[in-house]
Nanobody, 123 residues
Framework: VQLQASGGGLVQAGGSLSLSCAAS????????LGWFRQAPGKEREFVAA????????YYADSVKGRFTISRDNVKNTVYLQMNSLKPGDTAVYYC?????????????????WGQGTQVTVSS
C-alpha cells in the first residue's frame, strides 16, 4: 500500500489542523492505521491509531482529548483532526499502515509509511 499524507502547515497555538492520508495500491479496509510524529532532534513517537473497523481508537496521553483519528474505507483515507494545538505538537507527522498483529503503539508493527507532513505551531 502507498500512503500520501497532506494537510500540514503553520498554525498559532490554540488553533486546529486536519491531516489526511490517502492510500492506494491495496485493500485499504484490511489495514490498521496510525499516525506518528517526529520533532527535531527527537525520536519518532506514537500519536494515534485506529482499528480496521474504525471502532477502536488509541491515543498518546499527550494528545488525548485534543486529537481525533478517523478513517473512511470508501475514500481510502485516514484523518487526524488536531485541536487546541500547542507548540510542543510541532513535528513532522507520518501516517502508517499495519497489516498484521502487534501493538499499534509500536513503530515496528507498521510495514508501510507515508512521506510525512510538517506541522508547525507558533506560540
Amino acid at each position: 500500500v502507498q500512503l500520501q499524507a497532506s494537510g500540514g502547515g503553520l498554525v498559532q497555538a490554540g488553533g486546529s489542523l486536519s491531516l489526511s492520508c490517502a492510500a492506494s495500491g491495496a485493500t485499504f479496509s484490511s489495514y490498521r492505521l496510525g499516525w506518528f510524529r517526529q520533532a527535531p532532534g527527537k525520536e519518532r513517537e506514537f500519536v494515534a491509531a485506529i482499528s480496521v473497523s474504525g471502532i477502536s481508537t488509541y491515543y498518546a496521553d499527550s494528545v488525548k482529548g485534543r486529537f481525533t483519528i478517523s478513517r473512511d474505507n470508501v475514500k481510502n483515507t485516514v484523518y487526524l483532526q488536531m485541536n487546541s494545538l500547542k507548540p510542543g505538537d510541532t513535528a513532522v507527522y507520518y501516517c502508517a499502515a499495519s497489516r498484521y498483529s502487534g501493538s499499534l503503539l509500536r513503530m515496528d508493527s507498521y510495514g508501510y509509511w507515508g512521506q510525512g507532513t510538517q506541522v508547525t505551531v507558533s506560540s
